[in-house]
């Protein structure tokens, strides 16, 4: 991404940050924001709450869990990061869009029936493209065609890089680096959620 220009979100799940050397540290995160242009958004204030699904705890739990979780991006001064969401495993119900709609300004679904559109017909249920490891790289330039052409907002979904990439939601870095240059050559602009939620393309 660094090599095009690419800024990105990612999604933090607060209490993990720096463990087991699975996760990003602080450091990693202000590095990314500071001198790659990412933006640091919402998805769990804890792990438990992020396994557990929200749609699976009490009232009390979900607002206590948002009102954290955006508190705590604001003092670690992701303050862009702290208006978007996306929900864990893509669960959410009546009960938890009405605590998204109070906390934050855009969340992030799993829905891929349809490309997102500009602007958005919910910002609190955007949808995307999961890019999987089973994603071959003509599906994924057929998803960008298929943006520049009816001129949609097109939200690629990433988990995690590794080479071998073993689980579906795992992608390899030669693949992504072939994902990024097909973006690239395209001439699509690359924004962040809050980029775009703020000032569109």
């Not at 991404?1 to 050397?21: E, Q, R």
């Not at 690629?156 to 390899?172: I, W």
Request: overall charge neutral.
């Amino acid at each position: 991404m660094d090599k095009h220009g690419f800024p990105a979100t990612t999604y933090l799940i607060t209490d993990v940050i720096g463990n087991d050397n699975k996760f990003m540290t602080m450091d990693m995160l202000k590095k990314l924001r500071d001198n790659n242009g990412w933006e640091m958004a919402a998805h769990a204030y804890t792990m438990a709450v992020h396994e557990a699904k929200y749609i699976n705890v009490s009232e009390e739990v979900i607002d206590n869990e948002f009102r954290n979780l955006k508190n705590w991006l604001v003092e670690h001064g992701f303050h862009s990061g702290a208006e978007h969401f996306a929900f864990p495993g893509g669960a959410y119900n009546k009960t938890v869009l009405s605590y998204i709609r109070k906390y934050f300004g855009t969340a992030r679904t799993i829905s891929e029936t349809n490309q997102e559109t500009l602007s958005p017909a919910d910002p609190h249920r955007l949808r995307i493209f999961n890019v999987l490891s089973t994603t071959t790289l003509a599906a994924f330039q057929a998803q960008v065609d298929k943006c520049l052409a009816n001129n949609t907002w097109l939200i690629l979904c990433y988990h995690q890089f590794t080479d071998p990439a073993t689980a579906s939601t795992q992608v390899t870095p030669t693949n992504f680096a072939a994902q990024m240059d097909y973006l690239a050559s395209k001439g699509i602009p690359v924004r962040t959620i809050g980029d775009v939620a703020r000032h569109g393309v």
